[in-house]
């Protein structure tokens, strides 16, 4: 009598047949051609495993196809995480736009997924910079002019629903922008990677920053006015110039145990820092980070 379990080593060998046909004849994609290529060898230890063990032990040939699973959910997750991890530059995409002459403000947003986000002043008045990643990324600017005001959106995003490990990894985006005008909204979320933020000189209004998985770091001009609301799941670390009085809400666990000036801030019991001395702050920053808040 034929069981299932004398039928697994049979049908291992027609399915990996079938899938080698499909691919020759271009009948599924290079995703998944990929993927089926590297768990080419766990067919065999499954095969293998099923003439070793399916005359031997009970349910002999499940547990192979059990085992060849379990090795083949471990090495893809490995390769995965691997090269996942690794910053890559096939895909390079720059950016570059000069400010009409009547632009006195700029408002700016970028939605992004792997990348490491590094933002500084310009030397011109333009908005520049480049992105460096794998080709499993597509980065999509925005510029448009709506009267006095440039608006700049990016936003990145995975080209295809299945990606070659090839195609995976991390990427780079730095962004440089003109101290002439003023920044109305600064608006970058990141969903993993650190987050650099480095505005000494720049004029900034309303800024959100956000390192879903990563550090944030950020640095502040003197110029008041300034809201801004930082989160990170890992550590921030902040720099305010001296002269310029900013109140500062701690939140999440690194309010906990912050880091600051004790002779140059004051912590209330509501985890908020006040400048000492100072009548009335001129900025207003909330942190929220998982790690330690450092505010120097």
């Known amino acids: 009598m034929i069981t299932l379990e004398r039928l697994v080593a049979p049908l291992l060998v027609i399915a990996a047949a079938a899938l080698w046909i499909a691919h020759l004849l271009g009948a599924i ?20 495993l099923a003439l070793l063990l399916g005359k ?21 997750a490995i390769s995965f995480n691997r090269e996942a991890s690794a910053f890559r530059e096939d895909y390079i995409e720059p950016l570059d ?42 980065l999509t600017p925005n510029y448009r002019v709506e009267g006095n005001i440039a ?6 995003t ?39 933020l480095a505005a000494t000189d720049l004029a900034l209004r309303n800024v959100s920053l956000t390192a879903a998985n990563g550090n944030l770091a950020a640095q ?25 009085a900013a109140e500062i809400a701690l939140r999440g666990g690194g309010a906990n145990a912050p880091r600051f000036n004790e002779s140059a801030y004051t912590q ?20 929220e980070a998982g790690g330690t808040i450092t505010v120097e």
Do not use: C, H, K, M
Not at 56 to 76: D, E, H, P, Q, S
Not at 151 to 156: A, H, K, P, Q, Y
Not at 272 to 277: C, D
């Open 97 to 138: 736009y000069s400010l009409p002459p009547n632009i006195t403000t700029l408002r700016l947003s970028a939605e992004l997924r792997r990348t490491l986000v590094e933002v500084r002043q310009a030397d011109s008045r333009s908005i520049s910079g480049e992105f460096r990643g794998s080709l499993e990324s597509l």
């Open 268 to 287: 209330r019991i509501d985890n908020v820092l006040v400048p000492t001395g100072a009548a009335e702050p001129q900025a207003q920053l909330t942190l």
């Open 158 to 196: 995975q080209r295809d629903a299945l990606s070659t490990l090839a195609q995976v990894g991390r990427g780079r985006l730095t962004l440089r922008l003109p101290p002439e005008v003023t920044i109305e909204t600064l608006t970058i979320s990141t969903a993993e990677g650190d987050l650099t």
């Open 151 to 156: 608006i700049l959106d990016i936003r990145e």
């Open 220 to 244: 502040f001009s003197a110029n008041a006015g300034l809201i801004a609301d930082l989160r990170a799941s890992g550590t921030i670390t902040v720099r305010i110039p001296p002269e310029l």
């Open 56 to 76: 031997r032990a009970r349910y002999g040939n499940l547990i192979a196809v059990l085992l060849t699973v379990g090795v083949v959910g471990g090495v893809a």
């Open 29 to 48: 994609s290079p995703a998944l051609a990929d993927l089926l290529g590297r768990a080419a060898p766990a067919l065999l230890i499954a095969l293998g």
